[in-house]
């Protein structure tokens, strides 16, 4: 299976232009949408899930003509969006099983071990007869996505799943999305480089609404490959390195900013080479884009 964006275009009302002629191609499995606040990850996502028309463009999944066919695409379709309301006072089972009724499954036995079979997936049957009011922001997140998983889609749609959430539910939440079949597409949206790094094998870059890089994560690091260099500078001295390299990150290290620079070639005897990661290509990819991340 294969999603394929063409010339995917979006202005709000009020004038943003928050996807600027998007073109992408994702394959099967899971695939990094990264981008920073206000990419318009979730514009991509929301149109995806048919929940909002585009300007122009067209997207196609296989044959399926996504922007046109929305009923089709809504059968097919995981969507767990950026922000979600639970009621909060209903457990976690009936609200599933609701869902899972308004989603098609209208057989009571089926319904059942869907739900049964999903609650065990998310780790939650043990706490099924709680209510959703007393839930932490993981076991929501949780909940989310096995409402996402009822009628095997083919199409999933995590918004931002992992945005704060602590280290032990981040990590429960991939293990959850790692699981997910290979013969489905996963598009996990995220201004979160870990996770991609983590989860993804096919991976974009989005800012400001245009594609900057898509590839394959690893191939997308080697690329840059003996490109970055680091630098130890006094807090006064960064504004001079700003100015006269391109610095695409700073971090306070004990006091002093240890600099990330962008150059095919050493810029002097000082700085020391570092193996690229995945930050390293997401800095600068964005930072034509934006000013200078401090991290
Ligand atoms: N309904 C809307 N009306 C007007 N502008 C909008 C609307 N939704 C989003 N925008 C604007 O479109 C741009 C892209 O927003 P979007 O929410 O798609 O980005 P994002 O990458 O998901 O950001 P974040 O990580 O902060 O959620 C932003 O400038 C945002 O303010």
Redesign the pocket.
Known sequence: MQLVINNLSKT???G?H??KEVNLTIPNGMFGLL????????????TLATL?EADSGSVFLDEMNVLEDKEGVRKILGYLP?EFGLYPKVSAETLLTHIAYLKGITSHREREETVKALLHKVNLYDVRKKNLGTFSGGMKQRFGIAQALIGNPKLIIV??PT?GLDPTERNRFHNLLSEIGENTIVIL?T?IVEDVSHLCNNMAI?CK?EVLITGHPTQIIDAMQGKIWKKTVEKEELQHYIQEQKVISTTLFAGKSVIHVYLDEQPDASFIPVEADLEDVYFTVISDKTSVITL
């Open positions: 709000y009302p009020n943003v928050a996807l981008g920073p606040n206000g990419a318009g990850k979730s514009s991509l996502m929301r909002q950026q918004d931002e945005a949206s201004h989005i609404g």
